[in-house]
């Protein structure tokens, strides 16, 4: 019980935490508060809710969360990636159904943190997590559309292509204003970041416009339009529903918590290579549960790890689960004193928002990185890409999967065909190996299941060396996933002074790493054919190590 569930803040408060830490944490806390309010707000309305139920989501998930977690540094609340479940949950089943999904997802977390399930997650493969991230990126965008234009639609269809028919056939009926607004918004966000680096852009966004809206008297919509007046107070509230309907919610529940699950430990192992720290997965998959169990009845919609607040809040020098705490306190003053005026945000302002947000989603530069790599990688790309984005993301999920191991055993099956590289070895006793340079053998092929564990493995063995030769002699293919990983392995080793070198790479590989820019992070000179050349050009390094170093 204690190592499946050891919350980061119990563990650090019992070592103590310094004064000056905890004001730096309180400090970050406030600054990720303010990024989180104008986001909380602008997915809560395209999720299909009010935007209050965005904010009461920040406030008790993201304060259970950091709470909890097994993160020192994660931002939890509403995220982008939600968007698209919860739209469709409130359009199937309703508000009562959302928070039935939503607190039975939050029993699955726990259960998969009790299993150990956390750390299998890192098994997804790199091209799925981009092909349905840029999927629902898509959807985010195609979603905002009408409030960036001004369009007067009263019911847009859900379906993808339905909807940019019913774009397409109202250009007409286009809002200039509208328009202007939201290119505005995405202007200021976009160039504040450049020029104002501690105040968020799109809280300078909805503070700027909101305001020049009122007092120009700008016709657009605003949340009052569509919402009424914004509730600042909690409300406990219980759903109704037939214990016979609860098999309607297994799917939708288990969307949540596998979504929830892949991206919050995805944020924390971001947030782990910001910090050169490790997170405990099961832990944190322990606390998503609670989280997502206890919002609903207070009016929340799904949670998980926010990977752009948690940059935020790492950036600004959060350290402890306390400046998470902090960022949720934050929220709960803004709106208890001023809530009632973001009925007065433009809805234009929140589309411009959520467009800046699908593009930071998108990653589109791993998209096009996956697309020069080999044609298994990009059917699961392409595969899981267009099934998110004309279908449903469970599907697109579902299929990825399968077809990520069924593509893998035809890969497998294909390695009798590929030549292991011979080296002409004279140094198989490795405690000749002159001090300060270190070797690691691969054998079998790097693909997504085994990349995870190579990388946790090297960074250890790097972490004491100044120069690590890893041998690839046995290695007969390396996938997309794998890059993904030595390339955030690369600049974690060479950040550390530790220089990687490549024995025995054979052709495939090799064309592969080079597509992937990969050797060029590397150095072209550091990959070598054999490893008595490896250790040659080792010891040059070593020689000249002083004078570069």
């Known amino acids: ?135 629902i990126a898509v959807v985010i965008f195609s979603t905002q559309i009408k409030d960036a234009l001004g369009l007067n639609i009263e019911k847009l269809p859900s379906e993808f292509i339905e909807k940019w028919i019913v774009y397409f056939s109202n250009l007409h009926l286009i809002n200039a204003q509208a328009l202007f607004i939201a290119l505005l918004t995405i202007a200021i966000i976009v160039l504040s970041g450049k020029f104002i680096k501690k105040i968020p852009g799109s809280f300078l966004a909805i503070i700027i416009l909101t305001l020049i809206v009122q007092f120009t008297h700008i016709e657009v919509a605003t949340i009052e339009t569509y919402f009424g007046e914004i509730s600042s107070t909690l409300h406990f509230e219980l759903p109704s529903f037939e214990w016979h309907d609860l098999s309607l919610y297994i799917v939708p529940a288990l969307t949540i918590a596998l979504l929830g699950s892949i991206e919050s430990l995805l944020s924390a192992v971001v947030a782990d290579g910001m910090i050169s720290g490790n997170h405990r997965s099961n832990t944190e998959l322990i606390a998503q549960g609670i989280a997502n169990i206890i919002t609903p009845f207070f009016g929340g919609i799904p949670a998980t790890g926010a990977i752009a607040r948690t940059a935020t809040n790492v950036k600004n020098g959060g350290k402890t689960p306390i400046a998470g705490m902090v960022h949720a306190i934050t929220l709960l003053l803004i709106v208890l004193f001023f809530g009632t005026y973001a009925k007065l945000i433009p809805m234009p302002v929140l589309a411009g928002i959520l467009i800046v947000v699908a593009y930071n989603m998108s990653e589109w530069r791993s998209f096009v990185s996956i697309l020069r790599s080999s044609p298994f990688d990009i059917v699961i790309l392409l595969s899981t890409f267009f099934l998110t984005v004309l279908v449903d993301l469970t599907v697109a999920i579902e299929i990825g999967v399968v077809l990520s191991a069924l593509l893998f055993m035809k890969r497998m099956s294909d390695i009798a065909d590929i030549p292991i590289q011979a080296e002409s070895d004279t140094l198989e006793d490795y405690s000749k190996l002159p001090n300060g340079v270190h070797t690691y053998e691969i054998s079998g092929p790097l693909f997504f299941g085994s990349a995870k564990r190579y990388a946790e493995t090297i960074k250890d063995i790097g972490n004491n060396s100044k120069i690590l030769i890893i041998r690839m002699r046995y290695v007969p293919f390396i996938d997309s996933t794998a890059i993904h990983n030595f390339k955030g392995l690369i600049q974690i080793l060479h950040t550390s002074g530790v220089i990687l070198v490549l024995s025995g790479v054979n052709s495939l590989v090799l064309k592969d790493l080079e597509k992937s820019g990969l050797s060029e992070m590397l150095g072209k000179e550091n990959i070598l054919n054999s490893f008595d050349k490896a250790l040659l050009h080792a010891k040059t390094i070593l020689d000249d190590y002083p004078k570069n170093n």
Do not use: C, W
């Open 1 to 135: 019980m204690n190592r499946l569930f050891m919350p980061k803040l119990f563990t650090l408060l019992q070592a103590g935490i310094s004064k000056e830490q905890i004001i730096t944490d309180i400090f970050a806390g406030i600054v990720v508060g303010i990024v989180a309010l104008p986001l909380a707000i602008a997915f809560g309305v395209a999720s299909g809710v009010s935007p209050e139920k965005g904010l009461i989501t920040a406030i008790v998930a993201g304060f259970i969360i950091s709470l909890l977690g097994g993160s020192r540094v994660q931002i939890g609340g509403p995220t982008g990636a939600f968007i698209v479940i919860v739209f469709g949950i409130v359009e199937q089943y309703g508000i009562d159904g959302l928070i039935i999904s939503t607190v039975m997802s939050g029993i699955f977390l726990i259960l998969f943190g009790f299993l150990k399930l956390g750390s299998l997650l890192k098994y997804f493969p790199h091209p799925l997590v981009v092909g349905f991230t840029s999927g």
